[in-house]
Structure formats: structure tokens, C-alpha cells
């Protein structure tokens, strides 16, 4: 699926396919294409139009830093995790970004709540977003305040254990280790996350392309900092309880 999001003044339209964008003047006036599993016709497609190449699905989930920002011409390639947590497992599903001018273009293979939260936002105050580089900044603000909440949770939840533990501990030694366990893990996806997106923004930040358009950088920056030394918090809490039984 493909929805085009064209800004004319005040005034925001959703298009979905791409159809449309045969037309030159509509065109240049969109500022979103989001493609959520795109077909290879419809990635060939907009390639043509905009004059690019997207990563493959292979290249996106490569983890140097070269691989995850790069400049290149007029525009910017972007791949930054998506923490998913269904309660069962945590992983991290990466969105590519392709910033040119004006214009955001998201490439995702999963429905994300962080898109559909902004997507309600755009709608009710269009005029709050001009590019698509205030877009991204704004999906990736959202982002975080998500890993934020899922730290939140996740800390309570050791907050519990810990309480059982050392109160009313009842359980098999076997059934706390896994749930200690399953909070670790989650806790390392959380913080590869927050570590990926802290590396791409500071790259964007000292990037010439978008000179003026920078004041919301420092804060997500300073927010995610804050975060990750929550994540390291937890790893803390967690092998300490996990040398209690290993003791």
C-alpha cells in the first residue's frame, strides 16, 4: 500500500497508489509517499520518478553506521529501527527513510503504531508540517516517547519481580530465570534502538543540508540519552537478581 500526502498551502490531500504522480505538477507538490509492503513494480516506480534507488531489504538491516546514514547527492538515506513488542518477543524492524528537498519517502514491511499516531496527527493540524523533513523528525519524536513508555513498563515489571522475590517468593527458581531473561532481552533490543537512532541523529545534526530546520535534534538527543541510562539501570537491577539465584 502507497498513500501520497500533497501539500498545497494550508491544504492536505491523500493520494493512495501512485498513479497520480505521472502528473509533474501534483508531483512536486507531495511531501509523503509511506509504502507499507510495497510491491516491486510500485518501488521500481516511484525510483523512476524521483530519480533514486532504494536499499534492499538486506542492506537495511546491516549495522554499521554507513549502511544505516548515508548523504548522497541531493538527499539523505535513512534505516532506523522500530521496536516491536508483542508481550511474546521483542525485535527491531527497520524503516528506511529517503529524505530529497522536501519530499519523505518511508519504505516499512510492518504496520507500526508510531505511523499511524503521526498519520492522525498530520491530518487534524496539516499546517504544522511544511516538509518532509519535519515529518521524519516528528515520526521519530513519537518513537521515542514510545521506547520511553515501554522503559516505564518494563522497569515496574522488575519492580514486581524484585518485590516477589524478596517478599512472598513462591515459584520455581526455572520460571523466575526466564522472565528475568525475557526482560533482558527486551531490554537490549530497547537499548539497540535507542543507540541507532542517538548515531543517526547526530549525523542529521552535523549534516549541511538541513541548516535551519535542526532545534528539535538536540532535545530527541538529549531525551534518548536520558533513556538509554534507564536501559543501563535495568541491566543493573536484572544481574543482580539473577546472581541471587545463581548464588
Same mark, same amino acid.
Given at each position: 500500500m502507497v498513500n501520497c500526502y500533497i501539500k498545497?498551502?494550508?491544504r492536505l490531500n491523500v493520494v493512495e497508489g501512485?498513479?497520480?504522480?505521472?502528473?509533474?505538477?501534483?508531483?512536486?507538490?507531495?511531501?509523503?509517499?509511506?509504502m507499507l509492503l510495497p510491491t516491486l513494480q510500485e518501488i521500481r516506480a516511484v525510483e523512476d520518478m !524521483?530519480?533514486?534507488? !532504494?536499499?534492499?531489504?538486506?542492506?537495511?538491516?546491516?549495522?554499521?553506521?554507513?549502511? &544505516?546514514?548515508?548523504?548522497?547527492?541531493?538527499?539523505?538515506?535513512?534505516?532506523?529501527?522500530?521496536? #516491536?513488542?508483542?508481550?511474546?518477543?521483542?525485535?527491531?524492524?527497520?524503516?528506511s527513510f529517503i529524505l530529497q528537498g522536501s519530499l519523505l519517502i518511508s519504505v &516499512?514491511?510492518?504496520?507500526?503504531?508510531?505511523?499511524?499516531? !503521526?498519520?492522525?496527527k498530520l491530518l487534524i493540524s496539516p499546517r504544522e508540517f511544511k516538509t518532509g523533513y519535519s515529518i521524519f523528525c516528528q515520526i521519530i519524536d513519537i518513537r521515542i516517547d514510545a521506547d520511553a513508555d515501554t522503559i516505564e513498563n518494563l522497569s515496574k515489571e522488575i519492580t514486581k519481580i524484585r518485590k516477589h522475590v524478596f517478599t512472598d517468593y513462591s515459584?520455581?527458581?526455572e520460571e523466575i530465570l526466564e522472565?528475568?531473561?525475557? !526482560?533482558?532481552?527486551?531490554?537490549?533490543?530497547?537499548?539497540?534502538?535507542l543507540t541507532d537512532k542517538q548515531r543517526i541523529l547526530n549525523s542529521l545534526l552535523k549534516s549541511q543540508k538541513f541548516v535551519d530546520d535542526k532545534h528539535e535534534l538536540p532535545i530527541m538527543?538529549?531525551? #534518548?540519552?536520558?533513556l538509554i541510562d534507564h536501559t543501563n539501570f535495568n541491566f543493573e537491577r536484572l544481574e543482580y537478581l539473577q546472581n541471587i539465584f545463581i548464588g
Open positions: 498545497k498551502g494550508n501512485i498513479e497520480f504522480l505521472e502528473n509533474n505538477e501534483d508531483k512536486n507538490s507531495v511531501i509523503w509517499i509511506d !524521483f530519480d533514486m534507488q !532504494f536499499p534492499t531489504k538486506q542492506e537495511t538491516e546491516e549495522i554499521e553506521l554507513s549502511s &544505516r546514514y548515508w548523504e548522497e547527492n541531493n538527499r539523505i538515506e535513512i534505516n532506523s529501527y522500530f521496536l #516491536i513488542n508483542d508481550n511474546k518477543s521483542a525485535f527491531n524492524e527497520t524503516v &516499512r514491511y510492518k504496520k507500526l503504531q508510531s505511523f499511524d499516531t !503521526f498519520t492522525k515459584n520455581d527458581d522472565k528475568i531473561s525475557t !526482560f533482558e532481552d527486551l531490554n537490549m533490543k530497547i537499548r539497540e534502538n538527543l538529549k531525551d #534518548i540519552k536520558s
